[in-house]
């Protein structure tokens, strides 16, 4: 049984920073291309960044510079880095492979930015 469980997530200021943390039960962790997504309210859920079993990163335009995937196969575990953090990253972020597996879908850690 795979199984996804995000932290991390609070309320911070703009321009402010959160490092949100997702666990994974399952052996596949180490060889999965992992993910960051993201769904506002009234949204679609979105693609934010990606990164594979290798290291390569990849990252919507919204966040470049700004956010940073990180993974340590070791914990089983995936990171996102979010600086510089603007009222329009609010939303609930969510981890799963790439392309993400429908019934892996965890609860999300939310994230608000607001002064």
């Known amino acids: 049984q795979v199984q996804f469980v995000e932290s991390g997530g609070g309320l911070v200021q703009p321009g402010g920073s959160l490092r949100l943390s997702c666990g994974a039960s399952?052996?596949?962790?180490?060889?999965?291309?992992m993910a960051w997504y993201r769904q506002a309210p009234g949204k679609q859920r979105e693609l934010v960044t990606s990164?594979?079993?290798?290291?390569?990163?990849n990252y919507a335009d919204s966040v470049k510079g700004r956010f940073t995937i990180s993974r340590d196969d070791a914990k089983n575990t995936v990171y996102l880095q979010m600086n510089s953090l603007k009222p329009e990253d609010t939303a609930v972020y969510y981890c799963?492979?790439?392309?993400?597996?429908?019934?892996?879908w965890g609860q999300g850690t939310q994230v608000t930015v607001s002064s």
């Open positions: 399952g052996s596949f962790f180490s060889v999965a291309t």
């Open positions: 799963n492979k790439d392309p993400p597996i429908r019934a892996y």
């Open positions: 990164i594979t079993s290798g290291g390569y990163t």
